[in-house]
């Protein structure tokens, strides 16, 4: 199956995409990956490129994959069906990017990252769950957040926006149907949501 391209390469003028909001997950991507020592990283579906270049800046090498050529990956390709053997890197990372194909297909390329991963897979995927942030500042440790899960009745639908086919916590998407599809290829090792913009929740998988 083939898709259309969402958006132009335009759409990630520094103005209009990144906030100080988004700034604050890309740290995170960074310190996810940084933490697993890892020598080969693949990145599917890199954006602008920023993980790129800032895992760059601290000795980290990462090849990016992408099926439009206008964003320059290294390799031109599909995350459905990934061009690279069994194992191929130590980490294999996609963050904010399976939201955008198909449930359906958002689970096989999530299943080609297990194939060509080697340890672990980190993905980053939009939480529709509404949450009150809560901070303390607790001596010798400094400050600390708090997420606290807003009641919520009924999850909201989730209708097509043009680029985000589901969301987490949306209706027929709770995070345990996800975690449990994803887990049917690698184990769950870690997974929060990001302080500064708790949109964003990260997932690490490891073989």
């Known amino acids: ?17 990144m906030s100080k909001q988004r700034w604050c997950s890309v740290w995170h ?26 895992a760059a ?3 980290i090498s990462v090849e990016t994959l992408d099926f439009d050529p206008d964003l320059k990956p290294d390799h031109v390709g599909s ?10 890197y130590d980490v294999v990372c996609a963050f ?12 096989q390329a999530f299943g080609e990252m297990a194939r060509v991963s080697r340890r672990h897979v980190i993905i980053s995927l939009p939480d529709a769950r509404p949450v009150w942030r809560y901070q303390v500042h607790i001596p010798k ?3 600390c957040d708090f997420l ?7 999850a909201a639908a989730h209708e097509f926006d043009g680029e985000h086919y589901w969301e987490l916590n949306k ?33 690490t998988f490891e073989k």
């Open 1 to 17: 199956m083939t898709y259309e391209k969402q958006v132009e390469k335009d759409h990630y003028q520094f103005s209009r995409y």
């Open 29 to 54: 991507q960074f310190d996810e990956v940084q933490k697993l020592q890892s020598n080969r990283v693949l990145e599917v579906g890199p954006g602008p490129g920023l993980f790129k270049m800032v």
């Open 57 to 59: 800046t601290f000795g």
């Open 79 to 88: 995350a459905t069906a990934l061009p690279f053997s069994d194992g191929s």
């Open 96 to 107: 904010q990017m399976l939201e955008h194909l198909p449930y359906e297909a958002a689970l």
């Open 141 to 143: 440790f400094g400050p």
């Open 148 to 154: 606290i899960p807003r009641p919520l009745f009924k």
């Open 171 to 203: 209706r027929g998407y709770p995070l345990s149907r996800v975690i449990d599809d994803l887990s049917k290829h690698m184990r769950l090792v870690k997974t929060y949501r990001v302080p500064e913009y708790f949109y964003h929740r990260f997932l």
